[in-house]
């Protein structure tokens, strides 16, 4: 049942071994749930409790998780049988030391690995037992950085994934629009814009669809506790498809009634701030130049305290509790971008004086010639 051809698997192996050997490294031990998923299809939200997954430099891996996600490691990933290893909850349980016993299985003695400390599965009191359980066995070196390097150029078939995703964010838009009127729900509006991507055989994101209206449409973030929209009122998503993880990100601010001159003024310069950003994402730019697109146009039409410090960030196969995925746009950021990326631009501009916003957003694609929106949606202000 896994997503990609073991062709595909392989060639992404080899990269990571390739990159193994250039850093000097004899394995690696992973806790990103997204890399595991990027070498070998394994999906879950097993995370939550202790797992990790090795990976040698001679392409040999391993998997160290719980029962429930052994089963489902032997249904949806590459990983041979033999490769996944349980360990039981019990009042004593030290998954530490059961790994350091796969470890050693692997001749991992005395041997320098990298490790992902960057990483929502390693807690803290995870990694306690972990460095002691490993403190005389091996040496460890920081290697969070190697996979996710890795899965910044996507592949033609991720990108086909991410196309789909991008084209269940738009059709959900469709129903945002149709229920954003006087009265509406926004409990309704959640419900349809989701149901509209499960319909076409897509995930749950990586984290809440942002819904906000009145002084809320502000805020950026989901909170709990839905609202019914106003004979004029303001309301702002943000939202994203996702397909076999891959994820493409929307973000909107549609109006109901009447709109105030300073919102008519204030979707302009966010649309004029988007297509500039756009425009700074091609190859050679860097993500910093992107950002610097952005506030160039804010500071200048509204002053530099109605935007953010961050304007956007990279898309792909992600987990729970964020669809973020690296790297971000904000200031002097030095990562260059390169043909493969795929990307979330949301150019927000905010009045908190009058609790008004504005926030047009969504995916691309960087191609050589390039940023090819993935949303195909306009970017016209929407009022109902």
Known sequence: MAHFSEKEFKARRKKATAELARRGLDGLLLFKQESMYYLAGYETFGYCFFQAMYLGADGSMALLTRLPDV????????????????????????P???????????????????????????????????SAALQDFCHLEDASDLVTQLRYVKSPAEIAMIRKAAEMADAALVEANR?????GFEGDILAAMQGEM??????????????????MAVIGRYVSGRQ??????????????????????MMRTILVGKPKPKQVEMHKVAVEAHRASVEALKPGNTCGDVFAAYARVCDKRLGEEHRL?????????VFQPTWMDWPMFFRDNPVVIEPGNTFFI?????????????????SY???????????????????N
């Open 71 to 94: 089963i489902l490691a032997r249904r949806v990933s590459v990983l041979r049988p033999k490769d996944i290893h349980v360990w039981t909850n019990l009042p004593d349980a030290n």
């Open 96 to 130: 530490s030391l059961d790994l350091r016993r796969l470890l050693d299985a692997h001749r991992c003695r005395g041997k320098r690995l990298g490790i992902e400390y960057d990483a929502y599965g390693l807690t803290g009191a995870i990694y306690r037992k972990l």
């Open 179 to 183: 229920l954003t009127v006087a009265g």
């Open 198 to 215: 499960f319909k076409r055989d897509g995930d749950w994101p990586g984290n809440d669809q942002i819904i906000g209206s009145g002084k």
């Open 228 to 249: 019914r929209l106003k004979k004029n009122d303001q309301m702002t998503i943000e939202w994203a498809g996702s397909y076999r993880r891959y994820h493409a990100a």
């Open 309 to 317: 410090t961050a304007t956007g960030y990279g898309m792909g196969a």
């Open 346 to 362: 949301h150019t927000c501009v905010f009045d908190q004086a009058s609790d008004l916003a504005m926030a047009p957003g969504q």
């Open 365 to 383: 694609l960087v191609t050589r010639r390039g940023a090819e929106p993935l949303s195909k949606s306009p970017l016209d202000l929407v009022v």
